[in-house]
């Protein structure tokens, strides 16, 4: 298992490419299910996840082409089995997924349940309740969801109970084979829902509303092949943005869209930093300022990301005065409270462990650390890079699931980090 050595105190300079969107290209990869001909992704980001969904496609026939510049072609036609098995589904929930597109294409599908994860329980029954409601038959078996319908899906009018970014793009990709039309309500609004819409209207379907609370589907009978390039990893984006400011440097980060960042720039224009933008590029410059605390509420787009939260903690935790983190979407999301305090940050949990009160030291100090998700593993890493001394950060296969070529980016941004594999 690979590791990452930091050590802390370098403030981070230069420019950076955003890599393409993890959460669009796996729906995407879900979604040229449904496809007659080919699908060509563009712009998918070299992760494990990603490869994950490839080996997924891969497990059912489908014949998948990679090419050096990671354009992705898949060809559904060639699918032999509708069965993804637990192996898969188990390390990432997003291969819960293809159950839609395989039963609206081929009218059967038999998908492992996902199951619990480190960040919380996780259900799908807002996905699972969905597909019924267009017609699906459902039964659950040893772990399994087998889903079928007699001929096609039928359009519906669905009221999600909660925001769920899943449930709305599983329901929406679902809907666009289906006889009618769909209307969706209560939707998440992801800048990912409204990729994935392009995306599946370059195939020949019909999604308007996406990116709203609203979205109608006018079913249509096949839907053909397509190119579409995935938009920028807001995510990513943000998490490079956040180590920039919490060490009191400077970067710019080309092919990102600040459109899809404007909670995560405003509480870093709070703290203290200067932010320029254009069309495709970010700059940050903090002007070698310790950074001011800030709070703020997680909440579905177009509020704080959950996704950006842990990294968040790790700017507060070296800030000027205290900020209030309080986090809403899921409910054990703060594992990496208790490796920041390992390292001399300040960190209290209260509301049921909802909500982490983040009083700011002067530095932290470098310590062995690890984490059980992907975000909280990141906020490790930025947490080492404003300690003192060495940070060695454990699991970092949870960092590989989700951001590509992590060492190399921040050794381009002038940081103290590299990568060994342990024993
Ligand atoms: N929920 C239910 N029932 C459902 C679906 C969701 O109760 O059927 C609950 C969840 O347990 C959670 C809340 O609703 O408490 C929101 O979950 P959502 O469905 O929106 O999340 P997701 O689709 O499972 C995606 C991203 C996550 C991101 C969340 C929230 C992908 C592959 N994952 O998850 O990304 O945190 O939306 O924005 O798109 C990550 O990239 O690190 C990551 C965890």
């Not at 982490?356 to 998700?373: C, H, K, Q, S, Y």
Request: hydrophobic content about 40%; some cysteine; glycine content about 10%.
């Amino acid at each position: 298992m690979d590791r990452l050595l930091i050590r802390g105190g370098k403030k981070l300079e230069g420019e950076l490419r955003a890599s393409g969107a993890k959460n669009s290209a796996l729906k995407m990869l879900a979604a040229a299910l449904l496809a007659d001909g080919p699908v060509t992704i563009s712009n998918v980001p070299h992760l494990r996840d990603i490869t994950t969904m490839i080996e997924l496609l891969g497990s059912l026939g489908v014949e998948v082409v990679i090419d050096e510049k990671m354009n992705v072609e898949i060809h559904a036609n060639t699918i032999k089995s509708f069965k993804a098995p637990y192996d898969l589904v188990k390390t990432m929930r997003a291969s819960f997924n293809v159950l839609g597109p395989m039963l609206a294409h081929y009218g059967q599908a038999e998908v492992s349940l996902p199951g619990g994860c480190a960040i919380g329980p996780r259900p799908v029954d807002q996905h699972l309740q969905g597909l019924a409601a267009l017609g699906a038959i459902i039964e659950m078996n040893e772990g399994y969801v087998k889903a079928t319908v007699n001929g096609r899906l039928q359009g519906a009018h669905i009221l999600f109970d909660m925001c769920t970014v899943g449930g709305t793009e599983h329901i929406m990709m679902t809907a666009t084979l289906a006889e009618g039309t769909t209307i969706l309500e209560n939707c998440a609004r992801e800048p990912e829902i409204v990729d994935l819409a392009n995306c599946l209207n370059a195939m020949g379907a019909d999604v308007q509303g996406a990116g709203t609370g609203t979205i109608t589907i006018n079913g249509v009978p096949s839907l053909h092949g397509c190119a579409h390039r995935v938009i920028a990893d807001r995510v990513e984006t943000g998490t490079y943005l956040i180590a920039a400011a919490a060490t009191g440097g400077r970067v710019k980060i080309r092919d990102a869209n600040p459109e899809h960042l404007e909670a995560l720039l405003s509480k870093l224009r709070e703290a203290g930093a200067e932010i320029t933008s254009g069309a495709d590029w970010i700059e940050l410059d903090m002007h070698d300022k310790r950074p001011k605390s800030v709070s703020l509420v997680t909440a579905p787009y177009p509020a704080f990301p959950t996704d950006l939260q842990a990294q968040i903690i790790a700017l507060n935790c070296i800030a000027e005065g205290t900020g209030t983190i309080k986090e809403t979407i899921f409910e054990n999301r703060f594992m990496h409270v208790h490796e920041m305090n390992r390292m001399g940050a300040r960190i209290r949990l209260e509301g049921n462990n909802t909500t982490a009160i983040v009083e700011g030291v002067p530095r932290l100090t470098g310590a062995p650390v690890m984490a059980n998700d992907l975000r909280a593993s990141v906020s490790l890493v930025i947490a080492g890079l404003v300690a003192e001394g060495d940070t060695v950060v454990d699991r970092i296969y949870h960092i590989d699931r989700g951001y590509e070529q992590v060492e190399e980016k921040l050794q381009n941004l002038g940081a103290d980090i590299r990568r060994v594999a342990s024993n």
